[in-house]
């Protein structure tokens, strides 16, 4: 089952959502759930219940890559 973006959360059925090892579990952070057609959802966990980001597994691996070379530091601040 294919999910467009604007999916709400609520509407995904059980799935289990993952958090950066580093996140506060009160505090605001992006979370991570595979769905059921291999897909990945992305959602704020300041509104668990609303609208996700839908990728694949091959966008989430490039981002994942860019991230690891540090393609994005500048947008955390402190660094050049």
Known sequence: MSHPNGTR???????????????HADGESVEFAV?????VA????????GPVLVYTPAEISAFVDGAKKGEFDDMVGGTD
Request: net charge negative.
């Open 9 to 23: 959360a609520a509407d995904l059925g059980p799935v289990t959502w993952r958090r950066p090892a580093g996140a």
């Open 42 to 49: 992305v959602r704020n966990s300041a509104d668990p219940e």
């Open 35 to 39: 769905l059921d057609d291999g897909q």
